[in-house]
């Protein structure tokens, strides 16, 4: 009982530290709603870099009713469904993302990784050439799909048993690396 009245007690003298205000429908520390929360892309990059996708995609989706859809979130979106392995979903995101920005090449990079998962080895590499030409070559994961795509493109008798597969890997925002798994 002695210990219930020291924390009424502290609650009475704002000993908490949080801010508070009595006639506020928010909780001590949360005063003024959502405003002083994360930006839901944040959120989503920091779970998808610890493996969190689903969680990721949940932030993405947080980040698009806040800030609308945007080419940024649309590629967020679809490279959540990506590690997913919802393909099907992460390519048509991805595309609406190129559509949306002809110039974004995080996006375009993206739907080359969703292309080369599928299989449709040509059409990710055109897709690869103009992510790097739109990045000028600067990124080194960008050049590098790009290679790959060009080498699994020129070797047309490629046997399907010993076929790559490619995992998505965040580096930064917006930089992703395709590692094959040999």
Avoid at 99 to 125: H, I, K, R, Y
Avoid at 149 to 173: H, I, M
Wanted: glycine share 10%.
């Amino acid at each position: 009982m002695f210990t219930s009245a020291m924390l009424l007690a502290a609650c009475e003298n704002n000993a908490t530290g949080f801010e508070f205000a009595p006639d506020s429908p928010y909780a001590p520390g949360t005063f003024g709603g959502l405003d002083n929360s994360v930006d839901g892309l944040t959120v989503g990059h920091r779970l998808t870099a610890a493996g969190e996708h689903e969680l990721a995609l949940k932030a993405y989706k947080r980040a698009a009713a806040e800030q609308g859809i945007t080419v940024d979130v649309l590629s967020a979106i679809g490279s959540a469904n990506l590690q997913l392995g919802r393909l099907g979903q992460a390519e048509k995101l991805l595309r609406k993302a190129t559509q949306m920005d002809v110039n974004f090449a995080p996006a375009w990079n993206n739907l080359g990784v969703v292309l080369m998962e599928t299989g449709q080895v040509n059409e990710a590499a055109r897709v690869f050439q103009i992510a790097f030409g739109l990045d000028r070559g600067q990124s080194a994961e960008i050049r590098e799909n790009l290679r790959l795509a060009l080498a699994n493109q020129s070797n047309p008798d490629y046997d399907p048993a010993n076929n790559d597969t490619f995992s998505l890997v965040r580096r930064g925002s917006g930089d992703y690396l395709l590692l094959s798994e040999i």
